[in-house]
């Protein structure tokens, strides 16, 4: 595989433009095209641009890295504010 899925690609965290702390969000809205850090329970973190399909709620448990625990964390990724949840 290209490193690319559906939902966007794997980032660096140093490009991301902000850090979702899922113990405090678990179901944060993401802007199309924007690239997110997110903590997990332990400390542990991951980076994801979202640019692949939007207007839909993405489980965090399908592109986390393996062991990471994003269990029930959904990110809304939606073009606009208005498309978001």
Excluded: C, H
Aim: hydrophobic residues 40%; positive net charge.
């Amino acid at each position: 595989m290209n490193g690319q899925s559906i939902y966007g690609q794997p980032a660096a965290l140093s490009s991301a433009a902000r850090v979702v702390d899922l113990a405090q969000a678990p179901r944060p809205n993401i802007g199309y095209g924007e690239t997110v850090a997110f903590r997990g329970d332990a400390g542990q973190q991951f980076a994801w641009t979202f640019n692949g399909l939007d207007r839909r709620g993405v489980e965090l448990a399908k592109i986390a890295p393996p062991g990471f625990g994003a269990k029930s964390a959904v990110a809304y990724v939606g073009r606009d504010p208005s498309n978001r949840r």
